[in-house]
DNA sequence: TAGATTGTTAATCGATTAACAATC
DNA sequence: TAGATTGTTAATCGATTAACAATC
């Protein structure tokens, strides 16, 4: 049981995958063929020299004048990532945050199929939620045997997140989404990724914290010149 | 209006410290005064030389075969992200996503006080969600005059995230926490993080796909193996 | 041809890791 | 004193940025 995955070459650039999907899709449903560095520089508030490296990267080639085909792109993206087929998960923990993952179009529309939830409240059990069928936990076995689950999403109480990760990857489990606040421990061929909405709360009120602060300054400067002046 | 803030310095830092944080608000519960980087580290999984680097950056020395205090830890990380003082938050949306965030208690806990919600759905109006009273957005100006509103944390649908977002900066506001699928335009002064789970997801099925690969790699490997031997 | 844009090679920058001296 | 752990200085590594040649 290790606390750390091996580590994910070009993170950078996977995190910005995503965007860039978006973008082309966008061009493309706009009958565009072509798109130029700069163009996705500016939509994505980088310089084009780094989308040319992360283009570089997808081994697309482009044309000088022209620019890079958009369809090639977005095939490409989506095969760095593993979004040619989609993937079906189980959720489990049918709560407020749950049930909003569950109503998230944006992920169903990149490929994630959750084809079942799971709560331990049996006023929970039913037969859909936006379309989910939601069962008890003690069917977990039975149903995995049943589907090809490439991840489990976790939205259930921290306290019970390791007791459940335990079972998920006794049930073969390869991949775990966890917005839970729980540190999971899992084998070292198990993937995690956590979800923690503490971290860009963190960065939002460092950045906020370092304006005020670089402002003040500024406003300590000009009372100086103005009493200078 | 540009799309980019200036850069976050020390990004990879203030994006561990919430978790350092949660690290030492425990081991301060159970009475203890002194942690080493050894230890932070095994719990974060990172190495203990990366932890001592991190508390560096804080400006926290410690007592060799003793270790650093963490009640001193404790308070220069929350001054560090700002959060010596809670902050008062608007939240607009009140869906599925929003209430979500209006019953996350981690949080409330880490200072986040959402004094007022908004929804422009006259059946979401009330006078209380998870504790926070719901107002038409109508009466948005009133109230942000009202209260001190450090920064405002967005689940309204995409296409009305930008309208939305151009009303909040005309009312001064400085911090926008976007959860919104929308990449908004903001001028310099205004901070935009944004909260997208496309990005996990594509991290987590980069990884599987990448660990799938190589241990298919690895089978024909041990294919070859049997076949020489 | 002229000019825009890609592709390549090198430089820079920042984060991580290593080595080891200092210190309790 | 011996040994564990911090603090400092240097090395490495990877990501970003710059410069400019190649190409359409």
Same mark, same amino acid.
């Given at each position: 049981?290790?606390?750390?995955?091996?580590?994910?070459?070009?993170?950078? $650039?996977?995190?910005?995958?995503?965007?860039?999907?978006?973008?082309?899709?966008?061009?493309?449903?706009?009958?565009?063929?072509?798109?130029?560095?700069?163009?996705?520089?500016?939509?994505?508030?980088?310089?084009?020299?780094?989308?040319?490296?992360?283009?570089?990267?997808?081994?697309?080639?482009? $044309?000088?004048?022209?620019?890079?085909?958009?369809?090639? =792109?977005?095939?490409?993206?989506?095969?760095?990532?593993?979004?040619?087929?989609?993937? !079906?998960?189980?959720?489990?923990?049918?709560?407020?945050?749950?049930?909003?993952?569950?109503?998230?179009?944006?992920?169903?529309?990149?490929?994630?199929?959750?084809?079942?939830?799971? !709560?331990?409240?049996?006023?929970?059990?039913?037969?859909?939620?936006?379309?989910?069928?939601?069962?008890?936990?003690?069917?977990?076995?039975? =149903?995995?045997?049943?589907? !090809?689950?490439?991840?489990?999403? =976790?939205?259930?109480?921290?306290?019970?997140?390791?007791?459940?990760?335990?079972?998920?990857?006794?049930?073969?489990?390869?991949?775990?989404?966890?917005?839970?606040?729980?540190?999971?421990?899992?084998?070292?061929?198990?993937?995690?990724?956590?979800?923690?909405?503490?971290?860009?709360?963190?960065?939002?009120?460092?950045?906020?914290?370092?304006?005020?602060?670089?402002?003040?300054?500024?406003?300590?400067? !000009?009372?100086?010149?103005? =009493?200078?002046?």
């Amino acid at each position: 049981m290790k606390k750390q995955n091996i580590k994910m070459d070009k993170l950078p $650039t996977v995190r910005r995958l995503p965007d860039y999907l978006f973008i082309l899709q966008e061009l493309a449903a706009k009958g565009e063929a072509y798109v130029s560095s700069s163009y996705l520089a500016e939509k994505m508030g980088i310089i084009a020299i780094l989308v040319r490296k992360d283009i570089e990267l997808l081994r697309v080639t482009g $044309t000088p004048r022209v620019g890079y085909p958009i369809e090639l =792109l977005i095939k490409r993206i989506e095969n760095f990532l593993g979004w040619e087929a989609s993937m !079906d998960a189980f959720l489990f923990g049918v709560g407020q945050l749950g049930n909003s993952i569950l109503a998230n179009r944006d992920l169903m529309n990149l490929g994630l199929r959750i084809v079942a939830a799971f !709560d331990n409240d049996p006023g929970k059990i039913s037969s859909s939620v936006h379309g989910v069928p939601v069962f008890d936990i003690s069917r977990l076995k039975e =149903l995995m045997a049943k589907h !090809d689950i490439g991840m489990a999403i =976790l939205c259930v109480p921290a306290e019970n997140a390791q007791d459940l990760c335990d079972e998920l990857v006794a049930c073969g489990i390869r991949g775990i989404w966890n917005f839970t606040s729980a540190r999971l421990a899992v084998p070292e061929n198990v993937i995690i990724q956590k979800e923690d909405p503490a971290i860009g709360y963190a960065v939002l009120s460092a950045r906020l914290t370092r304006m005020q602060a670089s402002e003040s300054r500024q406003n300590i400067g !000009d009372n100086k010149r103005a =009493l200078n002046g």
